[in-house]
């Protein structure tokens, strides 16, 4: 039996919960995004790893010829290990180990978004122990706030996150004297699931203004970053199963005014790999309380956080019943109350056994799952490698 594009028999075989990946959806999503970048030549995607390291996503998207944007040392080898070429690795994060970036420097890969001048400072200094020069971009804080989940946006002025606005000349400055740095542009990001497009409008013009200021003063621009941030219709699985690429990039290319060749990065993590992933788990038990019915999976916060962590919604299907709906708090095991998927869901009258798919779960699930409670890591599975 297929319930959607779910093959539920395939399922009840498997121990549950796990992560099952639609590998046909993740390749259209890829092939619309190589249609989008076709018609902007001078646009180039890196997939953030953040979102989802699965060897087989990442070599998935690494066969695509997309690069990969990575946030801390582990994920440059794993980029690297899963065939993400070292010129096509770009490396952000607030927190670079000296091991990290050591490692990073003798891979050769393309770019360390620098978000201090003291870890520009250590970058240089490492590089001359290693006789090499390091690429370097300038993570701004465009402080262009984001209509978004607070705990997910990053572009405001005071944050820990890359160097503001009226510092900026300073560290370009010291970037252009340091020896053992090159200075290759400027990289933004201003939050995650951002679905209002203005926001991304309010970067350009941030950027174009910035542009300008810098062109002023004949400081160099190098090349652009602008981040990821694309969101997805979490509530709609079903029907916008690929984010909306063509308005995001639009929105770029109508509002971005750059030199000539002036190339610009993207760093897309959600909206490439949230829709392709759902948790599949079982109904534990049906449980009748006072007012509220629970369903009671076997799933939980540690194979997917979202919900608990930001108050996130996840659509919850009930993949081995058809029949009438029912109201179900969907919840899992684990000892603390948060522990809840979705509160007062409609769901396909649930039994204990049923088969549950927790979806748009391809981003920030696996990649950020726990072992809380003494849980094991959640194993994956592939669309297209069905035990
Ligand atoms: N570039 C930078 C510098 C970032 O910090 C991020 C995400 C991305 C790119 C990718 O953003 P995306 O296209 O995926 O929105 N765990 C949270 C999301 C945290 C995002 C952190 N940075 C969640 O589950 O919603």
Request: glycine share 6%.
């Amino acid at each position: 039996m297929l319930k959607g594009n779910f093959p539920v028999e395939s399922f009840e075989k498997i121990k549950t919960p796990f992560y099952y990946y639609d590998m046909s959806l993740l390749r259209r999503t890829l092939d619309r995004v190589k249609q989008e970048l076709a018609k902007s030549p001078d646009f180039v995607l890196h997939y953030a790893i953040k979102a989802n390291a699965n060897p087989v996503i990442l070599s998935t998207i690494s066969s695509a010829g997309f690069g990969a944007d990575c946030v801390s040392g582990g994920e440059v080898r794993a980029a690297l290990s899963n065939g993400f070429r070292p010129d096509a690795v770009v490396f952000a994060g607030v927190g670079k180990t000296d091991e990290d970036i050591l490692f990073s420097l003798k891979a050769g890969i393309a770019r360390f978004n620098v978000e201090s001048v003291e870890e520009l400072e250590v970058i240089d200094s490492l590089a001359a122990s290693l006789n090499l020069i390091a690429p370097v971009s300038l993570r701004v804080n465009p402080d262009v706030g984001a209509h978004t989940n607070a705990k997910i946006t990053t572009g405001l002025s005071e944050n820990k996150f890359g160097i503001n606005y009226e510092q900026l000349d300073s560290v370009l400055a010291k970037a252009l004297k340091l020896k053992n740095v090159e200075y290759k542009g400027l990289h933004f990001h201003i939050g995650s699931q951002i679905l209002d497009m203005s926001d991304f409008a309010s970067l350009c013009n941030r950027i174009n203004s910035l542009v300008e200021s810098l062109r002023a003063k004949d400081l160099p621009l190098g090349d652009i970053n602008v981040g990821g941030g694309l969101g997805v219709d979490y509530h709609h699985p079903n029907h916008l199963d690929v984010a909306d690429f063509e308005a995001y990039f639009d929105v770029f290319r109508k509002h971005l005014t750059l030199p000539r060749g002036c190339k610009v990065h993207f760093e897309l993590g959600r909206s490439i790999v949230a829709p392709c992933g759902s948790l599949i788990s079982r109904v534990l038990y049906v449980k009748q309380g006072t007012s509220r019915k629970f369903a009671i999976l076997d799933a939980s916060m540690t194979e997917l956080v979202r919900p608990a962590m930001y108050k996130a919604y996840h659509r919850v299907e009930n993949l081995s019943s058809n029949e009438s709906e029912e109201i179900y708090d969907v919840v899992g095991p684990v000892c603390e109350s948060s522990d809840v998927f979705v509160k007062e869901a409609s769901l396909d009258k649930c039994h204990r056994g049923d088969i549950v798919a927790v979806r748009s779960a391809g981003a920030y699930g696996e990649a950020m799952a726990s072992c809380y409670n003494c849980r094991p890591l959640p194993k994956s599975y592939f669309s297209d490698m069905m035990p």
